[in-house]
Structures are given as structure tokens and as C-alpha cells.
């Protein structure tokens, strides 16, 4: 059975950073994408990074763009967001979500397995 699991979130300042951590279990396929998703209040989910396992490749959403940063640990079996100059409007549920395909994409739809979630809150 397949589980992702967030961690890492909370409160934080503005201009402040903070890394999320998504721990995968239960899957064994080498190649796939593993992306970013949040979710602001009375918003739709939004895909902010993803990557590759097969090649690394790295995609990024314009709205964090040079502040957020996704990296993978395959030992560990756990992909990283790290998130630099954090904005009130970055306030939101973040989700690591899998695409067994490996299509590298941020679309919800393309999304086969999610995680549960982690809450981070910018403010001062």
C-alpha cells in the first residue's frame, strides 16, 4: 500500500524559509514524478514543483519560482521543498502527490497517490 507522508510545516515569518519533507512508502517503481501541491482557503489546489526520479528533471510554478526549491533523496526514499522568502500568500496545505507515469506535470488530475497534508503559515 502506498503512503506518502508530509512533514515539516508550521509557522513561520515573512521572508522566513522552511523545508518540507514527503516520505514515500509502499511504492517500488523506479521512474516517476513526485510534485508540490498547495491549497490556500476558498482556492483550488495549485501544482508548485515536481521532479523526476528517472532523470531529475525539475519544474517549478511561476508563483514560487526562485524562492522554492525541490530536491529528492532516493535512500530515503523522500523528496524535500525547500522554501526561501516565504509570503503571507504561500499560507496554505501542502501536499506531495505521486504520477506513476512519470509525466512530469503539476495538473491535480494527473495525480495517482496523495498525502495527507502539511499546514504552513506565514505571518508575523
Known amino acids: 500500500q502506498v503512503h506518502l507522508v508530509e512533514s515539516g510545516g508550521g509557522l513561520v515569518q515573512p521572508g522566513g524559509s522552511r523545508r518540507l519533507s514527503c516520505t514515500v512508502s509502499?511504492?517500488?517503481?523506479?521512474?516517476?514524478?513526485i510534485a508540490w501541491f498547495r491549497q490556500a482557503p476558498g482556492k483550488e489546489r495549485e501544482g508548485i514543483s515536481c521532479?523526476?526520479?528517472?532523470?531529475?528533471?525539475?519544474l517549478y510554478a511561476d508563483s514560487v519560482k526562485g524562492r522554492f526549491t525541490i530536491s529528492g533523496d532516493n535512500a530515503k526514499n523522500t523528496v524535500y521543498l525547500q522554501m526561501n522568502s516565504l509570503k503571507s500568500e504561500d499560507t496554505a496545505v501542502y501536499y506531495c502527490?505521486?504520477?506513476?507515469?512519470?509525466?512530469?506535470?503539476?495538473?491535480?488530475?494527473?495525480?495517482?497517490?496523495w498525502g495527507k497534508g502539511t499546514l504552513v503559515t506565514v505571518s508575523s
Open positions: 502527490a505521486i504520477d506513476t507515469w512519470g509525466s512530469n506535470t503539476l495538473s491535480p488530475s494527473d495525480m495517482d497517490y
Open positions: 509502499g511504492f517500488t517503481l523506479d521512474a516517476y514524478t
Open positions: 521532479f523526476s526520479t528517472n532523470d531529475g528533471a525539475t
